[in-house]
């Protein structure tokens, strides 16, 4: 599976023209696309910050979409006095305990490694972070993304609610550690968001 990230930057006080827009018509055209396996929308109020994700069964149908997107980021930027920077990434892992709530907390980590280590990246992920986060109160799920030509990648985690998150930074801490010095890698940004909606999972 494929995901597209779009991050969008917007005047906070204009981020909920952007996030009804996408709620009402960006999913709607999406989730009609033929390969389209869902949305997630993701913000941050007081930064004004929005995280548009998409998944696609394979990287023919997400990049078939791409003009139809283009259009609709074109309108989120109108609407918000936004910026639009766009990722992609393969789906490399994901847990789920249970389906994560409007309202919900998700952390996501963005890593950096050695291109040709991106397999050594997600193995010292699922053997070091999974046990414990799976074990961890409040946790709902967790997805890994990968860009196997640059060795980027991001980790997610999803969280019954802001609580929980906040209750969890410190053992996370810890973790992000062991991983990246079993894999080799290091941490580029570390952002904190609550969850709008999700309407697929990544599998």
């Known amino acids: 599976m494929h995901v597209r990230l779009n991050l969008v930057t917007a ?11 996408v709620r009402h ?3 709607a055209m999406l989730e ?3 390969g389209n396996m869902g949305m ?4 941050n109020d007081p930064l004004g910050i929005a995280i ?11 990049r078939e979409s791409e003009h139809s997107v283009a259009a609709s980021r074109a309108q989120a930027v109108r ?3 936004a910026t639009v920077s766009v990722e992609r990434f393969v789906v490399a892992s994901s847990t789920r305990t249970r389906r994560p709530e409007a309202g919900a907390g998700v952390r996501l980590t963005r890593v ?7 397999d050594r990246i997600a193995t010292a992920y699922e053997d070091i972070a999974l ?5 961890t109160d409040g946790f709902c799920g967790a997805t890994l993304y990968e860009d196997r030509a640059t060795g980027r990648g991001i980790r997610q985690t999803y969280w019954r609610d802001p609580v929980a998150l906040s209750a969890s930074r410190g053992a996370a801490a810890g973790v992000r550690a062991e991983v990246v010095a079993a894999a080799d890698g290091s941490i580029r940004a570390l952002e904190e968001y609550s969850l709008v909606f999700t309407s697929g999972w990544p599998e």
Do not use: C, H, I, N
């Open 40 to 43: 997630s929308l993701l913000v």
């Open 25 to 27: 018509d960006v999913r």
């Open 131 to 135: 046990p414990w986060l799976t074990d």
């Open 52 to 62: 548009v994700e998409s998944y696609w069964f394979s990287g023919d149908a997400m």
């Open 32 to 34: 009609g696309r033929p």
């Open 11 to 21: 005047d906070p006080a204009k981020l909920y023209d952007v996030v009804d827009y």
């Open 112 to 118: 950096e490694g050695d291109a040709k280590a991106v």
């Open 79 to 81: 609407r918000g006095a």
